[in-house]
């Protein structure tokens, strides 16, 4: 069955292609300048012995890092408002500010559904495809033990991590939170009444998030003492992490659009983080490689078919 096509702005209404590219970047650049706009975020020479990961630069960074969302959201409401999208659609007037907020955050994805069933698969159903990219070492994890409700393996040490270090808040919660926030939730929308196809927009905000992590090799480079050496390494760490970056971002990307819902982006986030990379040897196995690719492949559509979480589409039909 078809899903109605659910949009809470005008049906007429269109954002500047060329404004929105330059929205896209702005809040890209915005998101990393922040990092290194405040001496007290800032690590090197001037701040002799801080590392990103010392608990003053990881406060100081998540403060900045919060401003710059409350940014991204003003600023996503403000170029719908100047284009004219908060319009009633009975009376066209104007929203009020709640309607407008409100409206602003649906399209950022930032609501979850009252129906149990499509609240559970908003939470879990897309959770359970991005753990078909990690079999290998959750598979490891098993043979360990160390899965949920296996023997060496502690609710309390892990959510402890999450939610009582700086460092565990930061890699599981506040980062993978305010990275989709700002990456996914804000850019997606305008590049999407902007009429950009959905391919470029798949393919699009990735590469800018992918780019916003450039700046890691900078940081590696101070933080080793600024050798060739650790020039050489930090380049090569930040064309990886450029690439894996804008496969998985393309990934978050297609189920943000398919899901219309901030949460299943954030939370696969978080499970890459808390996982790392999947490394798999699928040299030594070319057939489990097609095996899990199909597999994977076999499952992207079904698992995240609009109609999985909600009774209308907002990005997707």
Known sequence: MALTRFSPLPPNFKIDTYLAIFGC???SLIYVGALYISKKTRIGTENPGLTKDHPEVII???????ATCIISYTSVLTIINLGGGFKNVDDNEDMDLFTKIKTTSILLGLWL????????????????????????????RYLDQELPFQERFSFISEFGY????????????FAPFTEEFVFRSCMVPLLYYAKVNYQSIIWLTPLV?????????????????????????????????????????????????RT???????????????????????AAYPKKQRSWL??????????????????????WG
């Open 25 to 27: 970047i702005s809040f």
């Open 60 to 66: 100081q960074r998540i403060k900045v890092t919060a």
């Open 113 to 140: 559904p009252f129906n149990l069933y499509y609240l559970f698969n908003v939470l879990f159903v897309p959770l359970l495809l991005t753990m078909i990219l990690f079999l290998g070492p959750l598979y490891v």
């Open 162 to 173: 999450a939610f009582t270090t700086l460092k565990g808040f930061r890699n599981l919660i």
């Open 209 to 257: 998030f992918a780019f916003a992590h450039i700046h890691h090799a900078w940081e590696y480079y101070v933080g080793n003492g600024r050798t060739f050496i650790a020039a050489k390494q930090g380049i090569l760490n930040s064309a990886f992490q450029f690439a894996y970056t804008t496969i998985f971002g393309c990934f978050a990307t297609f189920v943000f659009m």
């Open 260 to 282: 219309g819902n901030f949460f299943p982006p954030f939370i696969i986030h978080s499970f890459g983080n808390y996982q790392g990379f999947p490394i798999v040897n699928f």
């Open 294 to 315: 199909l597999g994977f492949g076999s499952l992207l559509f079904p698992m995240t078919s609009p109609g999985l979480y909600g009774e209308t589409t907002l990005y």
